[in-house]
């Protein structure tokens, strides 16, 4: 079994900068893959961003060169530092865990862009 808690998440105006953190504790494989994947209101979930345990990277298009997900192995932790944010930004951000055929999803952090 899997934790993740992510923290970080908050109200920022548009340009502004904040970064996501999501700890992960239990029974974590070598080969594992984290992300983070956002839902806005009344959207679907889609996937932000992704970073393998070799540490190999995956955008979406809307935040390349705005969003940077990196990882702390010693810690278990996966980060997502959000730059230049926008209002379509805004949404219940969620990091997950995948390895082997099964996923685990952190309980969601809100992220509202708004002036």
């Known amino acids: 079994q899997v934790q993740l808690v992510e923290s970080g998440g908050g109200l920022v105006q548009p340009g502004g900068s904040l970064r996501l953190s999501c700890a992960a504790s239990?029974?974590?494989?070598?080969?594992?893959?984290m992300g983070w994947h956002r839902q806005a209101p009344g959207k679907q979930r889609e996937l932000v961003a992704t970073?393998?345990?070799?540490?190999?990277?995956t955008y979406v298009d809307s935040v390349k060169g705005r969003f940077t997900i990196s990882k702390d192995n010693a810690k278990n932790t996966v980060y997502l530092q959000m730059n230049g944010l926008k209002p379509e930004d805004t949404a219940i951000y969620y990091c997950?865990?995948?390895?082997?055929?099964?996923?685990?999803w952190g309980q969601g952090t809100q992220v509202t862009v708004s002036s």
């Open positions: 997950k865990l995948g390895q082997g055929t099964m996923d685990y």
């Open positions: 970073i393998t345990s070799g540490g190999s990277t």
């Open positions: 239990g029974s974590i494989f070598r080969f594992h893959v």
